[in-house]
């Protein structure tokens, strides 16, 4: 048995609604789908007139980074989940902010969505670049401190998700 459709967002959404279809002949009855998120959170639903597809959206007020759907059936060999129509509230990437508060100390300020996993990176060519700090977001901010700098002619810094 194949596993159910899997949807990941890499910044996290908010919100998340798409046609869902069980890929069955209009004369077979109306299907059943479950979509799970990360966060636990499972709904149901049934197609409506037309037993091939259905709409369902979903919002959150914590952040979701994936989702799974599955109609409970499988046509061998494959799953017969689609997924189409996708509307999408994102969270947006994290926003760096550099200030310089102390002599030889760098503090990063990264503005980001609880729950997002935040890389703060260094590099002195922007070449090559070294992973500093790996923090999960508990709040919408972290302050990270590098009191380093002042040993190189050049320090920039930047921020990826993982």
Do not use: C
């Not at 979701?64 to 989940?81: C, N, R």
């Amino acid at each position: 048995m194949r596993p159910p459709i899997l949807i990941r967002f890499i910044t996290g959404a908010k919100a998340f609604g798409a046609t869902f279809s069980s890929f069955i002949p209009e004369t077979y009855s109306n299907f059943t789908g479950t979509v799970t998120t990360d966060l636990g959170d499972t709904f149901t639903f049934r197609s409506g007139p037309n037993p091939a597809f259905a709409f369902f959206g979903l919002t959150s007020t914590n952040s979701f980074y994936s989702l799974t759907y599955s109609d409970g059936a499988v046509f061998y060999p494959l799953h017969e989940e689609l997924v189409g129509d996708i509307y999408l509230v994102l969270n947006p990437p994290p926003e760096l902010q550099i200030s310089f508060e102390a002599v030889g100390q760098v503090d990063l300020k990264i503005n980001g969505s609880q729950g997002q996993t935040v890389v703060v990176e260094t590099s002195t060519n922007l070449a090559t670049w070294q992973a500093l700090a790996t923090n999960r977001l508990a709040s919408d901010q972290w302050i990270y401190s590098d009191p380093r700098p002042i040993s190189q002619a050049a320090r920039y810094y930047r921020t990826t998700l993982r």
